[in-house]
């Protein structure tokens, strides 16, 4: 893990101050301080921080509300610093999708580990999402290729294997992908059937 540009967002001053002599002795740049949760919401769009620590009791906006906002605009990965262990919070938290929870007081060595373990999980999700992301395209090409193909058997009154060869060959020879050749079709009925 190289150096991560961190922002931290506590409302006691020490306690904040603590934080970010902490990340700065284990390489990371804090670039963005903190001292409510509204605050830390509009300076993570302006900042750009690769991992974000938040106080969770915090006036103006939780650090539960506060992630919640910061997730809905820019995924990043977020380690909410505490000391309430009340299982409730942890539970919020989780399902919120904050990645680690890091309860003071707080050491080096804890604080790396949650870092850590706070972006391992983050890329696991990020990983995750493209995988979903993928699959979603591919059975949204898949649903074109069926759809064109019932329009190349309807109209050429041929076979499913058929229709499905001519659009392989057709998409050989026009050097374009088997979806896009499919989502021609289908555009190509949508516009003569109006």
Do not use: C
Not at 155 to 175: C, F, I, K, P
Request: proline share 3%; net charge neutral.
């Amino acid at each position: 893990m190289g150096a991560l540009r961190l922002l931290v967002a506590d409302d006691e001053e020490a306690v904040r101050n603590a934080i970010v002599r902490m990340s700065e002795s284990l390489g990371h740049r804090v670039v963005a301080e903190a001292s409510d949760g509204r605050q830390a919401v509009a300076m993570v769009a302006q900042a750009e921080p690769d991992l974000v620590l938040l106080d969770i009791r915090m006036p103006e906006l939780n650090g539960l509300d506060a992630a919640r906002s910061i997730l809905d605009t820019r995924p990043v990965p977020i380690v909410i610093v505490t000391g309430h262990t009340d299982q409730s919070l942890i539970d919020d938290a989780a399902e919120l999708g904050v990645f680690s929870y890091l309860v003071k007081p707080l050491t080096r060595e804890r604080l790396a580990a949650a870092i850590a373990t706070a972006l391992a999980r983050f890329k696991d999700v990020e990983s995750l999402r493209g995988e979903v992301g993928g699959l979603k395209e591919s059975l949204d090409a898949r649903k074109l290729v069926e759809r064109a193909k019932g329009i190349i058997m309807r109209d050429m009154n041929v076979g499913e294997q058929e229709a499905y060869r001519w659009l392989q060959r057709t998409s050989s020879r026009s050097n374009q992908k088997l979806a896009e050749v499919a989502r021609r079709i289908v555009a190509l009925e949508a516009r003569a059937t109006r």
